[in-house]
């Protein structure tokens, strides 16, 4: 998108089902499951380039030895840095013991990353700052093997003060107020409540302390265990989690909001939030992958047990359209064609804005992750065109000469590189203007690619801010002098904050919201804002059961057209020639694109859950108050 979204983040689990020697003698291999981890991460770098981190946990070791390793990285290139930091420290031991190198026991022992279970974890940072102690997986750690936990997820939380209130309440002194520490804790919590009352009961049968420690590990119910800690959560999560003894999980949310895939065969158990990623590295068809469904918890036992637990009761599904739009790899097959119908079903609203003229128009995208709706837009725009030349060919029947229907036949849609993105600049220099001119160039055009009698027609996946648009492409495309430009979202206008995962948590951010509240002030309808304003006010004192969205008010007056316009006006700079129209895909087409991702609260403002509604009436009256904070 030409406006960058930090966003999201990506897990990956991988569970070995045989001993590492099954593997040492089939892949040639014992670092078979870091091998595929590194995969499984670069594979889902999309995710998060902020930060990376992986977990291991190595079965059946003895007291004294470690068998829990960690390693996390905020570098430039993160999930490179922490595989260095792995192949070093492997390579340090093979060198060391050069004749210790296929005595599986010793490497096992020695090498902290060897293990049978692992947890990767990749970052983009949202809000705070992108620090070491920020970076997943997270370690609680107890002298108690069954006690330690370790949590990575994609996830955020709406309700975290009511979360850190209830940690209080129990007794706990949380160390911040942030979804990542109360969500552990809380997991945490019940963790060592159900620890403690099945070694009770392990001593009452009769068994030593020692004896209770593998009684523990077979009767810990990890689904009763996430009940209670999900009980109250409110948020959208994929949540993967490791016992220190062995048992793994992944929950997901209710709504289906943040994905999570798995794959088992009997070597393996694999998750990660992004088919693709399984099926690349370990060469699957689509139809051996499946998704976690809403409220279930997949569940992997320390003795291999493996479980599909329905732990929360599944609401309407509402998995994330954003996801399909822009995050997600488009190498999966659903997402790949979902996008291109989204190219195509757009293309009704470019054919109208250039009036039916095919003839003059050049087709291009801005920037290369739109590539996939662009090609379903001049697909569709090539469908167009042969229904003008057969009826063209019919028409003219037996009076139709070769050389006439040779040339229909070479009429097509046509296609131009039009820009092209140039390294990013250093915006060294100070002076507003002069670093607005140095972001004008971060986009470089292909002279001669349009005539002046053309219409230049450009899509991108989503349109946020318009930032980019304003202040560099618009320039940019105005100096190859078309009749007119029309640039068209993939997506419907972004009107509201999200609070799931994604770092778009401010209104005034908004194009869209911009320009209502700009409409608002020429037709003298401002007093609507500040009534707006006290409802969203009054709101935040009650159940989040009982909030509606107010800030829907902001656009009811005005239709999807006047916004556009009003859209199209603000993103215009004043001293470019060409005129510009702005547009934007529809709800309805939305979902016929993505028919199975019908989470579109970024656009409609039906947010899947209560603390949802919530959030977006804090974020109104930040807004109002002039406060640029964090809305939850």
């Not at 088919?275 to 998704?291: D, G, S």
Request: glycine content about 6%; proline content about 4%; charged content about 30%.
């Amino acid at each position: 998108m030409s406006d960058a979204i930090k966003h999201e983040c990506g897990i990956a689990l991988i569970r070995l089902l045989k001993p590492l020697e099954y593997y040492k003698e089939k892949y040639g291999t014992a670092f078979y499951a870091v091998n595929k981890m590194y995969l499984m991460m670069e594979k889902q770098h999309n995710r998060g380039q902020d930060g990376a981190g992986i977990a291991t946990i190595k079965f059946d070791m003895q007291p004294g030895e470690r068998y829990i390793a960690r390693v996390r990285s905020a570098e430039k290139q993160p999930i490179q840095d922490i595989f260095d930091q792995i192949n070093t420290r492997i390579q340090g031991v093979l060198d060391d013991h050069p004749d210790q190198r296929e005595d599986l026991d010793f490497l096992k022992e020695h090498i902290p990353y060897l293990g049978e279970l692992m947890l990767g974890h990749v970052r983009y940072g949202t809000f705070g700052q992108n620090s070491i102690e920020n970076v997943h997986p997270f370690l609680r750690q107890n002298n108690w093997m069954h006690r330690n936990l370790i949590v990575a997820g994609n996830f955020n939380m709406t309700n975290v003060q009511e979360m850190f209130n209830e940690l209080v309440r129990i007794g706990q002194h949380p160390k911040a107020m942030a979804d990542t520490v109360t969500v552990m804790e809380r997991i945490g919590h019940f963790l060592d409540d159900a620890v403690a009352k099945l070694y009770k009961d392990a001593k009452r049968e009769g068994y030593n302390k020692r004896e209770a420690s593998s009684i523990i590990a077979e009767r810990l119910d990890v689904a009763r265990i996430l009940r209670k800690a999900a009980k109250n959560w409110d948020g959208g999560y994929a949540m993967a989690g490791l016992i220190g003894h062995g048992d793994a999980f992944v929950l997901r949310d209710p709504a289906g909001i943040r994905p999570a895939y798995y794959y088992k065969d009997d070597e393996i158990v694999v998750v990660a939030s992004e088919r693709p990623a399984i099926q690349t590295v370990f060469n699957v068809k689509k139809e051996q992958i499946h998704e976690i469904e809403p409220g279930q918890a997949l569940i992997v036992k320390k003795a291999g047990e493996f479980a599909l637990e329905q732990v929360l009761e599944a609401t309407e599904k509402k998995a994330c359209s954003f996801e399909r739009i822009y995050f997600s790899r488009g190498s999966d097959e659903d997402i790949y064609k979902e996008r291109k119908a989204l190219g195509k079903y757009v293309f009704n609203r470019v054919y109208e804005a250039i009036e039916g003229d095919l003839f003059n128009s050049v087709f291009s995208y801005i920037p290369n992750t739109a590539e996939t709706s662009f090609l379903g837009m001049v697909s569709e725009a090539q469908t167009r065109l042969n229904t003008f030349k057969k009826s063209q060919i019919l028409a003219k029947g037996d009076s139709l000469s070769e050389a006439e229907l040779d040339e229909l036949l070479m009429v097509r849609p046509r296609i131009e590189k039009v820009a092209i993105k140039d390294a990013k600049l250093r915006t060294f220099i100070t002076q507003d203007s002069s670093r607005d001119d140095l972001v004008a160039h971060v986009y470089d055009i292909t002279y001669g690619s349009v005539k002046t009698t053309d219409n230049l027609v450009i899509i991108d996946d989503s349109i946020v801010r318009g930032t980019t648009l304003k202040k560099s492409i618009l320039r940019m495309l105005d100096r190859l002098h078309p009749k007119q430009i029309v640039v068209v979202s993939s997506a419907p206008q972004i009107r509201y904050p999200d609070c799931y995962g994604i770092d778009m948590a401010r209104l005034e951010d908004f194009i869209a919201f911009r320009a209502a509240i700009e409409l608002h002030k020429e037709r003298g309808t401002e007093g609507v804002l500040k009534e707006i304003y006290t409802k969203c006010l009054d709101s935040l004192s009650k159940d989040a059961k009982q909030v509606p969205n107010y800030v829907k008010e902001v656009y009811a007056p005005f239709s999807n057209a006047e916004l556009e316009l009003k859209i199209s006006d603000l993103l215009r700079p004043q001293d470019m020639k060409a005129p510009v129209k702005i547009l934007f895909q529809t709800i309805e087409d939305l979902h016929r694109a993505c028919p199975d991702n019908k989470g579109d609260w970024y656009f409609t403002g039906d947010y899947p859950t209560p603390g949802g509604h919530k959030v977006v009436n804090r974020a109104f009256v930040n807004y109002f108050e002039g406060k640029r904070s964090r809305a939850y």
